[in-house]
């Protein structure tokens, strides 16, 4: 008898599982199974914070094998989401939202990565970036981000701010790289128009109280509201945020924020048909903003320089699919380029052009078939 109590006192624990998905939920029913049945296999351990659902989202966490953690909702995405960092048990953490899938085709290379990078002890020092595709069409097309949301599992790393929360802070803190993958999500939930100003009417409401209260502002901060704004259609009071956001990235060099901004303040002053104040010489940079480039584009013809309109939309046919900031989806933008020059073309008796490049941006809606320079070129030289 004492030597199976002697056996059982120095039996070496079980390991941590490997790989913890973490969640914040609330009214979800609708996506929720989708996601979960996304990660089946993949994840070890499921943790859901339930932040008031009255729908039964609770019954759709437990029956895929969550466990759930019941909290009030206070206005902070970050107390949420980190409530379910601390129920955690795995190594490594995956963040997803209910309305975000990962298509099974990502599976093995993100075991891979977490084997690559899993030490035989202690917790693993590397966090990964995915890239969440903002999709309305099933993935063929949609808006690429990098995002963080693979990390490790430690009680120093922890999400901040109110609204668009970010572990990133943490993660310097602690000294931990941050590198990109190709692996890629699916988030659908801008594709509900209804949906998403409900959205935007919160997280106005979340950032205008922060910026009122003076805690933890920076120029992210406007540049959020500003978003906000713009997507509930006030144009002008989302110009006068963004200009604040561009003011306090210079001055604080933020170069991203600084080039992020001055696209939005773009955006609004064209949909306030303020084009003149929009029109500014052609980006020489090596990698243009498509939608900078389609916004000049928009105020040099409003303007009378079409010449100059049709230069920025054949470089815009040149931009990479690639995650920009302010994020776009280069697709849509590459879209809205191939229309404008096709009616640019048809005005001026080029119809066989017209029509071709016009056939194009079909194509890219349809069936997600690019279409570059070299398409360009060779569509001017079969369409004189």
Known sequence: ??????????????????LSLCMIVRNEREHLARCLASVRGLVDDIVVVDTGSTDGTQEVARTHGARLVQATWENDFSRARNLSLAAARGRWILILDADEFLPESEHAALRALLHAHTPATGAPHRAFCLIQKNTSDGGRTGMLVNIIRLFPNRPDVRFAWPVHEQVATSLARAGIPIEDTGIAFLHTGYSDPSRNRAKQQRNRDILAAQIASGRDLAPLTHFLLAGCHLDLGDASTALVSYREAHRLALASGDREMIAGAAVRIASCLVKLERFADVAAPVDDSATPHPEMLNLRAVAEEKLGRPETAVALRERVLGCAHRAFIPPCN???EKIAALQALGAHWFQRGRKARAVALLRAAVTLQNEARDFGPAELAQCYRENP
Do not use: D, E, F, G
Not at 1 to 18: G, I
């Open 1 to 18: 008898m004492s030597n199976a109590v002697s056996t059982a006192a120095t039996a070496p624990a079980a390991p941590p599982p490997l």
């Open 330 to 332: 280069v697709a849509h």
